[in-house]
């Protein structure tokens, strides 16, 4: 069965640094998506991404958030500059054209130390 | 601001019972409704999903919707110690956007 993938599953940076984090949707899906989860808390949606560009992002997903399909199957997040509030789980998930069922990959642990 | 609520729990049935999972949402043009289940440290795993009001059932799971109420609730049958998790209601909204808008979750044990 397809499913999304991620890596790595477990980042630790320090505060400042760039962090690429890295998808491989199912691979006839065409909306690509990252969320991301807070220790305890909601998930929360940063951005949605269809036919090459940004479709929608929330207010989280500010200057220092960008988001690439570099090739044909990866999907990255790129993180500029961490913050401490950025450690979080964040989730990669991807939905077919007419279908908007979203499936999600295992997911990457970041830790900003 | 749009919100999707769920009762935090936890939620504790014996094995062999019916657990009741409850969701409401502010937004009343939403579209779409999903059930995820969430293991500890873990991603969001599809269980359903639903997008007319009334029943709908897959195996032990049957989702219901009532979009008068802005309600949708999950009920399991014959609940296992392996659907010991948390459950997570999922709305999107009306329109050509698709980000989901998350409950907290709903904390489920189901003792042996």
């Known amino acids: 069965e397809p499913e999304v993938t991620q890596t790595p599953s477990h980042q630790v940076t320090q505060m400042g640094q760039e962090v690429i984090l890295r998808c491989v949707p199912i691979?006839?899906?065409?909306?690509f998506y990252w969320y991301r989860q807070i220790l305890g808390q909601k998930v929360e949606f940063l951005v949605s991404?269809?036919?090459?560009?940004?479709?929608?992002k929330s207010e989280i997903f500010d200057d220092q958030f960008s988001v690439e399909r570099p090739d044909g199957s990866n999907f990255t997040l790129k993180i500029r500059s961490t913050k401490l509030e950025d450690s979080a789980m964040y989730f990669c998930?991807?939905?077919?054209?007419?279908?908007?069922?979203?499936?999600f990959g295992p997911g990457t642990r970041l830790t900003v130390l | 601001q749009k919100e999707v609520e769920q009762n935090s729990g936890p939620l504790s049935v014996p094995e062999g019972a019916i657990a009741s999972l409850n969701c409401t949402y502010s937004?009343?043009?939403?579209?779409?409704f999903f059930w995820y289940r969430q293991y500890s440290g873990k991603s969001p795993e599809l269980i359903m999903s639903?997008?007319s009001n009334g029943d709908k059932e897959d195996g032990r799971f049957t989702a219901q919707l009532n979009k008068a109420s802005q309600y949708v609730s999950l009920l399991i049958r014959d609940s296992q110690p392996s659907d010991s998790a948390t459950y997570l209601c999922?709305?999107?909204?009306?329109?050509?956007?698709?980000?989901?808008?998350w409950g907290l979750g709903t904390s489920l044990a189901v003792n042996p």
């Open positions: 998930a991807s939905s077919g054209l007419i279908a908007d069922t979203q499936y």
């Open positions: 999922a709305v999107k909204m009306a329109g050509n956007n698709r980000k989901l808008i």
């Open positions: 937004d009343r043009v939403s579209q779409s």
């Open positions: 639903i997008y």
């Open positions: 991404f269809y036919n090459n560009e940004i479709s929608e």
């Open positions: 691979s006839n899906h065409l909306y």
